[in-house]
């Protein structure tokens, strides 16, 4: 044990976020493990790694019995052996002796050496997972270090680790190249056993258009107005209801902002994507003919409790109902309620 060992430990606490503490247990660990290799299994041993002296001592911890049952002189004393070392031991006491380290083979430092890598990649993981799991259901940016050109995904640089972007989780039609910065939805977190946490990323997720609102509205962000539903078709279209909790606050007008500056930001980054920001009733009928737009409304009529009919003119009817019943499906996604549109 010298001075940079310990300031390896240090470093490691620095860099890699694992404690001194956590990691001066595991050497302890891994070395009575290499001293048990050497000795014998059923070898007792203590390890006293002491940061403030910077120094190591291990000992052999053998029980006090009574002469003529010492049955493993690994692990037991007699006591008369016992005495003469010290008359201070006694039966069913421990006496210890230090073991030089220098004199371990080779094989067992090397595998006290693998168990504190060992040491270090579990630390390491549960340090990504804890990280990963305070940022659940949230936006972060991340840069895309690898594009596989086979199956599409994206290998990413997320600041705590490397994760996958499926082709799956990408919006449709979108192409990005190595050293692109991307925001990207953190959806679920799994522990890994091997190769750390299992995180799925999503840019196609209908949280992930909520949280882009929560970044750029601050009226969003501080309460003011209040998302209500999202429904979204990802690389077509996204309905996203709003609410304003102040009268004097125009919740959509909020949500555009002056000369369209907030939900271009937004949009640039969905790409062609088209965002239909709707104004939340708890009037149900009302809601719907709100949710229909772009296509104006002339009434509707509930049929049941989560059913309604809708009447539009002629000329709206395709717009109401959107390309392969996309509008239609959605505002039925957004507020709940079965539609049926007529002319």
């Not at 309604?308 to 239609?328: D, F, H, M, W, Y």
Request: aromatic share 4%; charged share 30%; net charge neutral.
């Amino acid at each position: 044990m010298n001075k940079e060992f310990f300031e390896a430990l240090d470093l490691l606490e620095k860099e890699k976020g694992i404690s001194k503490e956590y990691m001066i247990a595991k050497i302890e660990a891994a070395l009575a493990n290499s001293c048990r290799k050497e000795i014998g299994q059923t070898t007792q041993v203590r390890v006293n790694l002491d940061p403030v002296k910077m120094d190591l001592k291990v000992y052999q911890q053998r029980t006090v019995v009574a002469d003529g049952e010492v049955e493993d002189p690994k692990c037991q004393i007699a006591l008369s052996d016992a005495k003469a070392l010290s008359r201070r031991n006694k039966l069913g006491g421990v006496v210890e002796n230090e073991l030089k380290t220098k004199t371990f083979r080779r094989i067992s430092a090397s595998t006290g050496k693998q168990m504190i890598i060992q040491a270090i990649r579990d630390a390491e993981r549960e340090r990504q997972t804890r990280e990963y799991e305070e940022k659940k259901e949230e936006i972060i940016t991340a840069i895309v270090d690898k594009v596989d050109t086979t199956t599409g995904n994206l290998i990413l640089d997320t600041g705590t680790g490397y994760a996958t972007l499926l082709k799956a989780e990408q919006i449709p039609g979108e192409q990005h190249e190595v050293g692109d910065r991307l925001k990207v939805f953190i959806s679920e977190v799994k522990s890994g056993e091997m190769r750390g946490p299992l995180v799925t990323l999503s840019r196609t997720h209908p949280s992930f258009v909520k949280r882009l609102f929560e970044l750029e509205i601050p009226e969003i962000a501080d309460g003011t107005i209040i998302i209500k539903g999202v429904a979204r078709e990802a690389g077509s279209r996204t309905k996203i209801a709003v609410e304003s909790r102040d009268e004097n606050v125009d919740a959509i007008g909020s949500c555009i902002g002056k000369n369209g500056m907030r939900i271009s930001a937004i949009l640039a980054e969905l790409g062609r994507e088209k965002v239909d920001i709707i104004k939340y009733s708890d009037n149900l009928p009302e809601y719907v003919a709100e949710a229909l737009s772009p296509a104006k409304v002339i009434s509707v009529e509930m049929e049941e409790e989560r059913s309604c009919r809708v009447t539009v003119a002629p000329e709206q009817l395709s717009l109401a109902i959107g390309k392969e019943g996309q509008n239609a499906k959605l505002v039925a996604r957004l507020t709940g309620c079965k539609i049926d549109i007529k002319a």
